[in-house]
């Protein structure tokens, strides 16, 4: 039977359904602003991840619950998000040229996980795992996908952080990098965890993370110091 922490991901999801589309009209108040489109999406994506494990919980594992789970988790997780600092980092052909590679990769992957036998054996009525696959090649995706995700999603929150360490005048976008940093590491260590059977792990690493993202979003939208020059746009997610 589910326990308290196999609830977490609804309390998840509502964070997401708020959040998101906070950013999504800070886009439309910015527009073009790509970057921050692609952070709205990126944290609707993560929603639909933690509603999909909500679901789990409620109505017990359903191959296709899991399989949305698995697309939106493991393949859509944080690419979009890191998208979103990619459009920051780069000239938009470059940005551009990325967003079609890396978004072949997750359809690649994502037509081999809704393609890949289940091993119903291995099922467990209110846990989610990449385990019942048969096809080991499904799982091989995620990785590549993901650890592109963390050097640009993490990566650039840190050097935002990085930058702004030493002005007085930016010390709000210094600690909001510092929790997006940080919001950005703990689902990964929870998707690590659910590689080894752990998969409460997750859940409670995508709250925390998501709670610390938005801490940093709301630090870094913040306005500088009174005036002072507008500090330039951040590298990382969220602003």
Same mark, same amino acid.
């Given at each position: 039977?589910?326990?308290?922490?196999?609830?977490?991901?609804?309390?998840?999801?509502?964070?997401?359904?708020?959040?998101?589309?906070i950013?999504?009209?800070?886009?439309?108040?910015?527009?073009?602003?790509?970057h921050?489109?692609?952070?709205?999406i990126?944290?609707?994506?993560?929603?639909?991840?933690?509603?999909?494990?909500?679901?789990?919980?409620?109505?017990?594992?359903?191959?296709?619950?899991?399989?949305?789970?698995?697309?939106?988790?493991?393949?859509?997780?944080?690419?979009?998000?890191?998208?979103?600092?990619?459009?920051?980092?780069?000239?938009?052909?470059?940005?551009?040229?990325?967003?079609?590679?890396?978004?072949?990769?997750?359809?690649?992957?994502a037509?081999?996980?809704?393609?890949a036998?289940?091993?119903?054996?291995?099922?467990?009525?209110?846990?989610?795992?990449?385990?019942?696959?048969?096809? @080991?090649?499904?799982?091989?995706?995620?990785? =590549? %996908?993901?650890?592109? *995700?963390?050097?640009?999603? +993490? &990566? #650039?929150?840190?050097?935002?952080?990085w930058?702004?360490?030493?002005?007085?005048?930016? @010390?709000?976008?210094?600690?909001?990098?510092? =929790? %997006?940093?940080?919001? *950005?590491?703990?689902?990964? +260590? &929870? #998707?690590?965890?659910?590689?080894?059977?752990?998969?409460?792990?997750?859940?409670?690493?995508?709250?925390?993370?998501?709670?610390?993202?938005? %801490?940093?979003?709301?630090?870094?939208?913040?306005?500088?110091?009174?005036?002072?020059?507008?500090?330039?746009?951040?590298?990382?997610?969220?602003?």
């Open positions: 039977m589910p326990t308290a922490v196999h609830y977490i991901p609804i309390a998840t999801t509502v964070l997401a359904i708020i959040f998101a589309p950013v999504f009209r800070r886009w439309q108040e910015r527009k073009p602003a790509p921050l489109l692609w952070w709205s990126g944290i609707a994506a993560y929603g639909i991840g933690t509603f999909t494990e909500g679901l789990t919980t409620l109505f017990g594992w359903n191959e296709w619950v899991f399989r949305s789970w698995y697309i939106s988790g493991a393949l859509l997780g944080g690419a979009p998000l890191a998208q979103g600092t990619v459009f920051l980092m780069f000239s938009r052909k470059t940005a551009t040229i990325m967003t079609l590679v890396v978004g072949a990769a997750i359809v690649t992957g037509a081999v996980v809704m393609m036998p289940i091993n119903y054996s291995l099922v467990e009525p209110y846990r989610l795992t990449g385990a019942v696959m048969e096809w @080991r090649q499904a799982r091989l995706f995620s990785p =590549f %996908i993901n650890t592109y *995700a963390a050097i640009f999603l +993490i &990566g #650039g929150a840190v050097l935002s952080a930058r702004y360490r030493s002005d007085p005048q930016a @010390r709000h976008r210094f600690i909001g990098n510092c =929790f %997006i940093a940080f919001g *950005a590491l703990l689902p990964g +260590i &929870g #998707g690590m965890a659910t590689r080894f059977g752990h998969t409460e792990v997750l859940y409670v690493m995508e709250f925390l993370g998501i709670i610390l993202i938005w %801490i940093g979003y709301r630090y870094n939208v913040m306005p500088g110091a009174r005036g002072a020059p507008r500090a330039p746009e951040p590298v990382s997610a969220i602003g």
